[in-house]
Each structure stands twice: as C-alpha cells, then as structure tokens.
C-alpha cells in the first residue's frame, strides 16, 4: 500500500512564527502536491511539484513557500504565519505521467492553527 | 472558469438503502473523474475512478455513472453501511498533473 505521512496532525502556532510542514512517500512517486481544506470550499491546490527540485504554484500559492529536495519528502513552509493561514493541509503523491490514469494518495492531514 | 461540484452538501439514507451522491463539472476536456472519501479526521480516500471513454465502472458495492453530454458523475452505493458515513467529493484531472477537487457531499447512514 502507498504510504503518505504527514509530520504533525495537529499543530498550534502563533502570528508571525515560520512553520514547516513536512510530508513523506514510500511509494517512489514523481510527483507530490499540497493541499489545503476549507469548509465549503474544498480542496485548492497550493503548490505541486513534478520531481526533485521543481516545483509549480497552484491556486493559492500566497504566503506559501515548498521545499524538494529529495523525491519521497515534500516540505510547505509559511514564511510568516497568519491567521487566514489556519486550516487543513493535505499533502499527495502520484505517478507522474501527463497521459496517465492515476489517482492521487493522501496523507491523513495536518490541522493548523495559527492564534 | 471551470467547476465541479455537489449538488447536496448533506444526505441521510437508511442503513441497507442504495446512495446517489452527484457531481457536476463543467470542462468538457476532462478526460479522468475520481470519487474519494474522507471520514472525519482522516485524509481522503480513493473509492473508484473512471475515465472518460467509459459511462460505468463498478466496483465493490459502489458503481460510478459519467454522462458526458450533461457533464454529470454520479456515485452509487449499495446496501448502505454504518461504515460509509463519511464526506464523499469527486475529483476531475483537468491538466496532465493536476486535478479541481469538488467540495464535498456528508453522507449520513441511519441504523
């Protein structure tokens, strides 16, 4: 089975602090994403990377910063927390392949508050 | 721009009845639809998928229906359990690598 794991399920922090959120894969996938959730609004994508070292914004990339150094570990940064930033984060991985049929694998969630 | 949504965010159905959660999406493009679930407290989970030169996939207990003409998923579930109490979204893979996630249905089993 593909693991995806998260390193905090629940994390506290404070305006203004830098927070690292840290994602893992065991299944060798090329390309990981981070994910945040909102009620009513679903899932937005905040950055994705294809491989090692590359990496691609998505919807709401603001105030986010990624991290790619090796393929099965994937890092969010929040450069200066805010409030707005309070949330789920969700981190997946997936084959890569752009004519591929593949699902995306979710960690279990990261709920960040930010006081 | 682009959609995909739910047509009811909440559904309550009586343990052993069949469910119908639906999706709609509005790129005619799409080429691949996934249904996930998501149960409190934990990440989402693949359940079926289906690509776009089908109209039906089943698999255990759950089938996926895709109309295309009306750009319709539905989710069908038989003989619901307490166990598939959880929030239920589609997902449509809009590029070669990225997908727009709808924002959900919670379905609610009745015993």
């Known amino acids: 089975d593909v693991k995806v794991t998260q390193s905090s399920r629940y994390l506290v922090k404070r305006t203004g602090e830098k927070v690292f959120l840290e994602c893992v894969q065991d299944?060798?996938?090329?390309?990981m994403f981070w994910y945040r959730q909102d009620p009513g609004l679903g899932l937005r994508l905040i950055y994705f990377?294809?491989?090692?070292?590359?990496?691609e914004k998505g919807d709401i990339p603001e105030g986010y910063s990624v991290s790619r150094e090796k393929k099965e570990r994937f890092s969010l940064i929040l450069e200066s927390a805010s409030t707005n930033q309070t949330s789920m984060y969700l981190c997946?991985?997936?084959?890569?392949?752009?004519?591929?049929?593949?699902?995306?694998?979710f960690g279990p969630g990261t709920r960040l508050t930010v006081l | 721009g682009e959609s995909v949504g739910l047509h009811l965010p909440t559904l309550s159905v009586q343990e052993g009845d069949n469910s119908i959660i639906n999706c709609a999406y509005s790129?005619?493009?799409?080429?691949?639809f996934i249904w996930y679930k998501q149960e409190s407290g934990k990440g989402p989970q693949f359940i079926i998928d289906?690509?776009?030169?089908?109209d039906k996939r089943q698999g255990q207990r759950v089938t996926v229906l895709l109309n295309k003409t009306v750009k319709h998923l539905s989710l069908q579930i038989a003989a619901t359990q307490p166990g598939d109490s959880a929030v239920y979204f589609c997902?449509?893979?809009?590029?070669?690598?990225?997908?727009?996630f709808g924002t959900g249905t919670s379905l609610t089993v009745i015993p």
């Open positions: 990377s294809y491989d090692v070292k590359m990496k």
């Open positions: 997902a449509e893979k809009i590029t070669g690598n990225q997908f727009y």
């Open positions: 299944m060798d996938h090329e390309n």
């Open positions: 997946a991985s997936r084959i890569a392949g752009t004519g591929s049929y593949n699902e995306q694998f």
């Open positions: 790129n005619s493009a799409s080429d691949y």
């Open positions: 289906i690509r776009s030169n089908m």
